[in-house]
């Protein structure tokens, strides 16, 4: 991710992780993302209505949370596997940048 003082100039990188969170583009689609990570961050992981974080994005992009990480992988490249903590920083940095 890149921001001057003045704007954001988008991800620059070819990186599945930024591949994926480019898709959620308006800070409320983070926020929604969020409050499921924190759900299972308090042990309320089965309040969780969808833990499916890939549906709907093509037939490529497969993510899920689950009670310890948070699980992405992109037809072609590894699977990475990114605990909770970890995952929710990452957002909240690009929800920052995207405000």
């Not at 991800?11 to 969170?21: H, L, T, V």
């Not at 583009?25 to 309040?47: M, T």
């Not at 689950?66 to 995952?87: C, M, N, S, V």
């Amino acid at each position: 991710m890149q921001k001057s003082s003045k704007k954001f100039h988008g991800i620059i990188s070819g990186n599945p992780i930024a591949n994926y969170i480019y898709n959620y583009r308006h800070p409320d689609d983070v926020d929604d993302f969020i409050a499921d990570l924190d759900l299972a961050l308090s042990s309320n992981f089965s309040l969780i209505e969808d833990p499916d974080y890939g549906g709907g994005m093509g037939n490529y992009w497969f993510a899920q949370i689950t009670e310890t990480h948070f699980e992405l992988w992109q037809e072609g490249y590894d699977k990475k596997i990114i605990p909770l903590q970890d995952w929710k920083e990452i957002l909240l940095s690009w929800k920052e940048c995207l405000e």
